[in-house]
């Protein structure tokens, strides 16, 4: 692939110009797979770490609010519309987050908030074996450098930016996991049955 020279881009001044609009368009609008345009923009040209700050607080928040019209409408996040994929993207990288800082419980609800309201089996089944690994005592660093395969990111395929490819299948990991999965999937049902009840 082609380097793209930073530097250039940053003088350029159609591309200045369409930053610009792009800007106007995520203030004026509420989409969020728009402002996760923007915010790629802001992280490939390092941009400050306060806008950047902003705009992803701009999406988790976006992303909560589109989950929770999701679960009160009993629908599913289907990865292949912009926004729905924007909202779990969004939900993913705020879990990552929380699960970097071992803030675990947090980290965990979220991979179940995903597991729970997304269609895509091969994205589901990957959310419980995140959440599953947490509750069996694996540290962010083990996730990642004993469990995780991490691939270079493949734009043309959405999914990409979820961990979905691991050392094992993701079948034989849910096994290994069964105790928690068994667990989780229980706490999952409760949430089910309180939620009926409101």
């Given at each position: ?6 530097e ?27 402002t ?7 992280l490939?040209?390092q ?5 950047i700050n ?8 976006g ?12 629908e ?5 519309n ?7 993207r ?13 803030d675990l419980?947090?980290?965990?609800e ?14 589901k089944?990957a959310?419980?074996?995140h959440a ?5 005592g ?21 999914k ?7 050392v094992?299948?993701v079948?034989?990991?849910l096994?290994m ?19 009926k009840?409101?």
């Open positions: 692939m082609e380097e793209i020279n930073i250039e881009l940053k003088s350029n001044p159609e591309f200045k110009e369409m930053v610009k609009s792009l800007e106007e368009e995520v203030k004026s609008s509420n989409s969020l797979a728009k996760y345009q923007l915010l790629d923009i802001y490939a040209l941009e400050g770490e306060d806008k902003e705009l992803f607080q701009k999406i988790v928040d992303s909560f609010s589109t989950i929770a019209q999701k679960l009160e409408k009993g599913k996040l289907d990865l292949n912009p926004e729905d994929w924007a909202a779990a969004g939900i993913y990288e705020f879990a990552i987050q929380k699960f970097s800082e071992n419980k947090s980290a965990i979220l991979f179940l908030a995903l597991y729970h309201t997304i269609e895509d089996f091969e994205v089944d959310m419980m074996v599953a690994a947490i509750d069996s694996y540290s962010f660093e083990d996730f990642f450098n004993k469990l995780a395969k991490i691939d270079e990111s493949n734009f043309e395929n959405p990409s930016v979820f961990t979905t490819d691991f094992q299948p079948d034989i990991l096994q996991f069964k105790d928690s999965v068994s667990k989780l999937k229980k706490r999952l049902e409760k949430l089910n049955e309180a939620n009840e409101e």
